[in-house]
């Protein structure tokens, strides 16, 4: 089951891999990649909520988790975290995230120019 583009409901988001859609079975293994967000960014609306995620190298919008600000995961700093299928899926998000990341730095550091 893919998830739609209005916003899906927190509980589709902790059952569907995040990276490639299926349905993640009751009884099947569940994996998790926790991302840390910029210290500009607030997302704090989003607390125990599902945020959507921009993957612009893709140009499509995968789903998150916000943990609330007072739980475990956010204490480790995971500020928000994908719901995935498998290890596989998961090698595959991360090495996106990591360009996405790489790309939003080189802007970053190229706003001064003029």
Same mark, same amino acid.
């Given at each position: 089951? $893919?998830?739609?583009?209005? $916003?899906?409901?927190?509980?589709?988001?902790?059952?569907? !891999? #995040?990276? !490639?859609?299926? $349905?993640?079975?009751?009884?099947?293994?569940?994996?998790?990649?926790?991302?840390?967000?910029?210290?500009?960014?607030?997302?704090?609306?989003?607390?125990?909520?599902?945020?959507?995620?921009?993957? #612009?190298?893709?140009?499509?919008?995968?789903?998150?988790?916000?943990?609330?600000?007072? #739980?475990?995961?956010?204490?480790?700093?995971?500020?928000?975290?994908?719901?995935?299928? #498998?290890?596989?899926?998961?090698?595959?998000? $991360?090495?996106?995230?990591?360009?996405?990341?790489?790309?939003?730095?080189?802007?970053?550091?190229?706003?001064?120019?003029?």
């Amino acid at each position: 089951m $893919k998830l739609k583009r209005k $916003k899906p409901k927190i509980k589709q988001v902790m059952t569907t !891999c #995040s990276w !490639c859609g299926l $349905k993640i079975k009751d009884e099947g293994p569940i994996y998790a990649l926790g991302c840390k967000k910029r210290p500009e960014v607030d997302i704090s609306k989003y607390e125990s909520k599902v945020m959507p995620v921009k993957i #612009s190298t893709l140009g499509k919008t995968i789903w998150s988790i916000v943990p609330p600000a007072d #739980s475990d995961a956010r204490r480790e700093g995971k500020d928000f975290m994908f719901t995935l299928c #498998s290890e596989d899926c998961g090698d595959q998000l $991360k090495e996106t995230l990591d360009i996405e990341k790489e790309i939003g730095e080189l802007i970053l550091s190229a706003e001064h120019i003029y």
